[in-house]
């Protein structure tokens, strides 16, 4: 018997074309390992109302982790219309399976790595090396909801501002979600050899759930005295990261802050091709490429895999295999840095799996 089990849920457009590049280098590797592909995207909403089957959630419990390639998403109204006409009207509603995974799993960290590769013609700059950790299963992702507002709402001290007719979206942050990030954060600085971590936040405005994330901030940096305590709006964060990079480390941040300024660090390492996440619980963990489907692109294996490579990488250091990950690191780096072998994006003309096979063979 294999000794890890993956469930490989390559999803929908790309996915299938990344996740065939990361078998080529996880083989190279030879990870020890057994991969088990499950149904998950569009597909599965379609045809019977569930882009994530029970099945698939199943499987995952009967595996050691996930890689995840991609997933379709569409607004409700065009969801519902491409559901199978015994399916219409029957109440499905569309949410996304990867915000669902990582609730169910309570894959509470999400860490994204935005590493300016030596040579890559995308640097914004070279010598970037930022790492975000994302809270990744409560904030405004947290699914509470009201659209319309229940007439009860209406009773509690405050809710007179709100009329009737508003959507409300609750913002949920608890004292122990953000404690497991921030501390998340801080270990990763201290085992790692990090100088600052940056908490993310708008408390000035968002005074309750942003302010809570501050305090607890506040509060855990002190048992890490050697590392410098930082934090910044997120909004003026933004404009800092353009111009300061290099002034920032570890950045911790609520839910929707930390999608938004993942987004921004990555474009600054080279965009969609190099953003990778490491979707991580205290029981389980997926794996995978930040970008979506790309559907013009599917099958056509032109994508850049580096961001499902690096991804790969971090289920190789989830799993313990820590000489693996820094030689897939360093063949990574290798062919960046010489540039032979680029997909469309770093303006060269290799196909995903050439890219992959370059950089499996700088694996010894
Ligand atoms: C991400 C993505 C997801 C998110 C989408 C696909 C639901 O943007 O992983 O950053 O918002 O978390
Ligand atoms: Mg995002």
């Not at 501002?161 to 954060?185: E, F, Y």
């Not at 809570?212 to 002190?222: R, T, V």
């Not at 692109?297 to 313990?320: C, D, F, H, W």
């Amino acid at each position: 018997m294999a000794k890890y089990r993956i469930a490989w849920l390559p999803g929908d457009g790309i996915g299938k074309d990344v996740l065939d590049a990361a078998k080529i280098v996880l083989a190279k590797i030879g990870l020890d390992a057994e991969y088990l592909p499950g149904d998950i995207g569009w597909e599965f909403w379609c045809t019977e109302g569930d882009p994530l089957p029970k099945r698939t959630i199943q499987l995952m419990k009967d595996t050691d982790c996930a890689m995840f390639g991609a997933i379709t998403s569409k607004p409700s109204t065009i969801a519902n219309s491409e559901l199978i006409p015994e399916l219409q009207n029957k109440g499905y509603v569309y949410r996304s399976p990867i915000v669902r995974i990582r609730q169910k799993f309570d894959l509470y960290i999400c860490k994204r790595p935005c590493r300016a590769y030596p040579g890559n013609p995308l640097n914004y700059k070279e010598g970037i090396d930022i790492v975000v950790f994302r809270e990744n299963t409560e904030g405004l992702y947290a699914g509470v909801e009201f659209f319309p507002i229940p007439d009860e709402m209406f009773n509690i001290k405050g809710m007179e501002k709100v009329p009737k007719d508003a959507a409300i979206s609750l913002k949920v942050n608890t004292p122990k979600g953000c404690a497991r990030i921030i501390k998340t954060a801080f270990e990763f600085a201290r085992a790692n050899n990090r100088k600052k971590v940056t908490c993310v936040h708008k408390a000035n405005v968002v005074r309750a759930t942003d302010g809570l994330f501050l305090k607890k901030f506040n509060e855990i940096a002190k048992d890490y005295p050697e590392i410098e305590p930082d934090n910044a709006n997120v909004d003026s964060l933004c404009q800092w990261l353009l111009k300061r990079p290099f002034n920032y480390d570890v950045l911790v941040a609520p839910n929707l802050y930390g999608d938004i300024i993942s987004d921004l660090c990555a474009q600054m390492v080279g965009g969609l091709g190099f953003g990778a996440s490491a979707n991580i619980g205290d029981d389980y963990a997926l794996f995978e490429p930040t970008h979506g489907s790309a559907p013009k692109y599917a099958g056509q294996y032109k994508v850049n895999p580096i961001a499902t490579i690096i991804a790969s990488r971090m289920m190789l250091e989830y799993l313990g295999e820590v000489d693996a990950a820094r030689s897939l690191e360093k063949a990574v780096e290798e062919v960046i840095k010489e540039g032979r072998v680029r997909t469309y994006d770093m303006g060269g003309n290799a196909t995903t799996l050439e890219m992959a096979q370059a950089i499996a063979d700088k694996i010894s």
